[in-house]
């Protein structure tokens, strides 16, 4: 189903709930699309905040009942919506008008100028996260039916802390011993929370699960060096990423304690796409 835009011609889901409450990010009106995306009214700052290689504005969304609704920001231009759970609270991040001295174009070679922060929607109102020690960065990626909320905090080029949300509150899930990509990407309706850490030296990342205030290293799959872990379900089953040195990348399954290679499970007849 076409769930149609907020004036332009481009839209992304990026969650669904329970309810069949979905939330994404959209265009505004005056884009056209050939070889690339141009707006007449182009984002103030140049900021490429879709990620399209143009400076489109880029609004948060909710499409509920066959609507669809833009969400606020916090006084920037742009926000993006990146979970839901089925009482229709939206997890995401959203800019603010202060400008992100992190940023470094030069460096990060993108174009981002104010600083984005962590946000949960409720009833179409913004209530802007914490983020940890002051960091200037965040984003809320998933949230749960009881309202938590995980995502991470950092500067304009490295998520450095992973953090769960919870009442308004920012907890510090830990690491590994790397001080960057650090991040928590879902959690479970029993507070499970799944990711990546960083190893010493930052080096290379691992898949974690984090329970009970406590952060489990998940490994890789055999003879891999790196691994994240994507989403978790409500029986403890994560599923996420394992990848060797040459950046070949292969989906996991981890259950009762076990990584099983999902591509071990397609008949050896089976078709590429």
């Known amino acids: 189903m076409d769930l149609g835009t907020l004036g ?7 969650g669904i709930n329970n309810r069949g409450s979905v939330e994404g990010r959209s265009t505004l009106p005056g884009d056209k699309v050939g070889g690339r995306a141009e707006t007449s009214t ?18 948060p969304f909710l499409w509920q009942k ?8 916090l006084g920037g231009n742009n926000g993006q919506a990146t979970g839901v759970n089925s009482r229709g609270e939206v997890a995401g991040q959203a800019e603010i008008a202060a400008p992100d001295p992190t940023c470094d174009p030069s460096i990060t070679g993108d174009p981002q100028v ?28 998933a949230i749960n039916e009881i309202g938590q909320a995980v995502g991470f905090s950092g500067s ?17 899930l830990g690491n590994f011993g790397g001080t960057m990509n650090n991040g928590a990407f879902d959690t479970s309706n029993q507070g499970q929370v ?18 009970n205030g406590a952060m489990t290293d998940l490994g890789t799959l055999p003879g ?9 379900n409500s029986k403890g089953q994560v599923v996420g990423a394992s990848a060797d040195m040459e950046g070949n990348v292969r989906a996991f399954l981890r259950q ?15 078709p590429c796409f």
């Not at 066959?66 to 920001?73: E, M």
């Open 8 to 14: 332009g011609t481009f839209s992304e889901a990026a």
């Open 42 to 59: 182009p984002d103030p700052l140049g900021e490429d905040f879709c990620g399209l290689g143009t400076p489109l504005i880029c609004l």
């Open 66 to 73: 066959g609507v669809i609704t833009p969400l606020p920001t």
């Open 114 to 141: 104010l600083q984005i922060k962590p946000v949960i929607w409720r009833n179409g109102n913004v209530q802007e996260l914490p983020t940890f020690g002051g960091d200037p960065d965040g984003a809320a990626l």
């Open 156 to 172: 304009c080029i490295n998520f450095g802390h992973a953090l769960l949300w919870q009442n308004g509150r920012a907890t510090d």
């Open 194 to 211: 799944v990711g990546l850490s960083g190893l010493p030296g930052d080096t290379t990342v691992h898949a974690f699960l984090w329970q």
């Open 224 to 232: 891999d060096v790196a691994s994240e872990g994507d989403a978790i």
């Open 256 to 270: 009762n304690g076990v990584m099983t290679d999902l591509n071990t499970l397609i008949p050896s007849s089976s």
